[in-house]
């Protein structure tokens, strides 16, 4: 028995036919996933700018800012601190190391990432031909990567 069957329909007092996933950038990483891991889920899925390799995008310790963001980003990047959410990745999950050094980063840390890969949460598609075969409605992903389309 499907959710759409036990949560939605008694919600809605009426059969659910369709079902869709909308999702940008982290909701892009999750559909892509969910397209290949559970490609009878969504009838459709259109996907904006997944943000697919999540190791290498917690690679830029210092990322560049977007304009409007100075003020926020005064007391921490722009002071040369490295990106709170990176430094976390890497110290906790990566190397398992509260001591760790992000004055020490290097392309080693970037490459153990990738090799790690913690909670297969690089999610980079592999086989999406299960959900493209299913004959449905079909998908759309707004990318500069031509490898998704």
């Known amino acids: 028995m499907s959710l759409k069957t036990t949560h939605t329909a ?3 007092s009426k059969t659910i036919l369709k079902s869709y996933y909308l ?3 982290g909701g892009g990483r999750q559909g892509l996933k969910a397209a290949e891991k559970y490609p009878r889920d969504f009838d459709g899925i259109v996907i904006g700018a997944p943000a697919l390799n999540f ?3 917690s690679s830029w310790l210092y990322q560049a800012m977007q304009p409007g963001s100075e ?9 040369g601190l490295p990106f709170p959410y990176s430094l976390e990745w890497f110290r906790y999950v990566v190397h398992q190391d509260p001591a760790w050094d992000p004055q020490n980063f290097s392309d080693v840390d970037i490459i153990l990432a990738q090799d790690l890969n913690p ?3 690089m999610t980079y598609p592999r086989d999406l031909d299960s959900f ?3 004959k449905s409605p079909g ?3 707004v990318t500069l990567d ?4």
């Not at 003020?71 to 002071?79: E, K, N, P, V, W």
């Not at 031509?146 to 389309?149: E, K, M």
Request: charged content about 15%; proline content about 6%.
């Open 55 to 57: 190791n290498y995008l």
């Open 146 to 149: 031509p490898a998704l389309g």
């Open 119 to 121: 909670f297969n949460i």
């Open 71 to 79: 003020i926020l980003a005064a007391d921490r990047l722009y002071a």
């Open 139 to 141: 998908w759309h992903i």
């Open 23 to 25: 999702g940008c950038s």
């Open 132 to 134: 493209r075969q299913k």
């Open 10 to 12: 008694p919600f809605y």
